[in-house]
Nanobody
Framework: QVQLVESGGGLVQAGGSLRLSCAASGSIFKINAMAWYRQAPGKQRELVAI???????NYADSLKGRFTISRDNARNTVDLQMDSLKPEDTAVYYCYARAIPRGIFNASDVWGQGTQVTVSS
């Protein structure tokens, strides 16, 4: 089993910054993609940013230039640096991994429990 634990959410004023962190633990053979998603009240969950084990990244078009995803393959962690935050960035942010547990040779989707980010105007 692979687990993801997020940290770093909270309340911030518009224009401020927050850094989210996510750590994978458990019996891990390999983690392919790691990503951050978010879900605002009344809206569908959406991709924020994704990074592969090879280091390539992709962002939601509306967030390019403000959010930065980074990954440490050795530590199985992924961070999301969020700058110039806006009230519309308020959401629950979820960490995601496409992971292969040891002894199980199929990858599966793993989600964290989510962390609340609230941006006040």
């Amino acid at each position: 089993q692979v687990q993801l634990v997020e940290s770093g959410g909270g309340l911030v004023q518009a224009g401020g910054s927050l850094r989210l962190s996510c750590a994978a633990s458990g019996s891990i053979f390999k983690i392919n993609a790691m990503a951050w998603y978010r879900q605002a009240p009344g809206k569908q969950r959406e991709l924020v940013a994704i990074t592969t084990s090879g280091g390539s990244t992709n962002y939601a078009d509306s967030l390019k230039g403000r959010f930065t995803i980074s990954r440490d393959n050795a530590r199985n962690t992924v961070d999301l640096q969020m700058d110039s935050l806006k009230p519309e960035d308020t959401a629950v942010y979820y960490c995601y991994a496409r992971a292969i547990p040891r002894g199980i040779f199929n990858a599966s989707d793993v989600w964290g429990q989510g962390t609340q980010v609230t941006v006040s105007s």
